[in-house]
């Protein structure tokens, strides 16, 4: 088990696991793999947790994400959610949740809790993802982390924000705007 969180600079560790991706009968599931990560065609990736469905703070982040979609899109970069739920309950929490259920995301069932050890970001206790969002650049590198305690919710427009810096492959001072100058 891993005892400190995976940071910058760090490969993106390898994985294989079933993601929610639809609600569609017959086309709900789907295996994702740390090679998607890796990319030829400058694909950056968003792979955020929370510790557990049918809660209260996650939808509200969950939904978020999904309402800025088109923004990871717009900067060529895939969006996944996780927690280590099973894909079953993922699914389930998809479709008694208003604010879910028409998800542009997959959801990442880390049942095993093999990834979230491997991260660094299971809480010891309850042995749930703590919130956390990787942001891997199109080479499978981590390059921004961030982990909040189980009961603080994360600002969306910050890893938007942070997501622009990076892309610049500049020196972004403090505050930082798409479309300011770089130093």
């Known amino acids: 088990m891993s005892t400190s969180v995976l940071n910058v600079g760090n490969a993106f560790p390898a994985f294989e696991k079933v993601a929610v991706v639809s609600r569609e009968q017959g086309k709900e599931f789907e295996t994702i793999s740390s090679e998607s990560f890796k990319s030829d065609d400058d694909q950056w990736t968003v792979l955020f947790w929370w510790p557990k469905d049918f809660t209260f703070v996650c939808p509200t982040e969950i939904a978020e994400f ?25 699914l389930a929490w998809r479709e008694h949740h208003d604010d879910l259920k028409d998800l542009k995301f997959p959801m990442l069932a880390d049942t095993s809790k093999s990834l979230a050890e491997d991260l660094g970001i299971l809480e010891p206790n309850e042995k749930v993802a703590y919130r956390a969002t990787f942001i891997i650049d199109p080479q499978g590198i981590i390059r921004w982390v961030n982990v909040n305690d189980l009961s603080v919710g994360r600002n969306v427009k910050e890893v938007i924000r942070v997501l622009d810096a990076l892309q610049t492959d500049e020196l972004c001072p403090c505050n930082w705007e798409k479309g300011d100058a770089t130093l």
Do not use: P
């Not at 979609?69 to 900067?75: A, G, K, S, V």
């Open 66 to 90: 999904n309402k800025n979609y088109d923004e990871f899109r717009d900067r060529d970069t895939q969006l996944i959610g996780a927690s280590t739920d099973s894909e079953f309950v993922h």
